[in-house]
């Protein structure tokens, strides 16, 4: 599991898993409905995805978006 904590993250983990599967931007952005430009610029600035295209590009992708509780961060120390 990949923990983000930037939009720049998420972004480049979408165009790592797009160009994996061997699927182009013209491919991905036909399944999705949107111009291939709009995904192109999608990639390059992830933080004006919406959260309903982020979970559309996941699922096409084959990745599953999973919220879950933080896990406390602890102060003690190993010594």
Not at 5 to 22: E, M, N, V, W
Not at 24 to 32: G, P, V
Not at 47 to 55: A, I, K, N, V, W
Not at 67 to 78: D, V
């Amino acid at each position: 599991m990949i923990q983000l904590s930037t939009p720049q993250q998420a972004g480049q983990i979408l165009i790592a898993r797009r160009k994996t599967l061997g699927v182009s931007q013209a491919a991905a952005s036909a399944s999705l409905g949107i111009s291939q430009n709009r995904l192109s610029e999608l990639e390059a600035h992830p933080d004006r995805l919406t959260l309903e295209r982020l979970m559309s590009l996941a699922s096409l992708l084959g990745l599953e978006l999973v919220l879950q509780e933080k896990t406390p961060a602890t102060n003690e120390s190993e010594w």
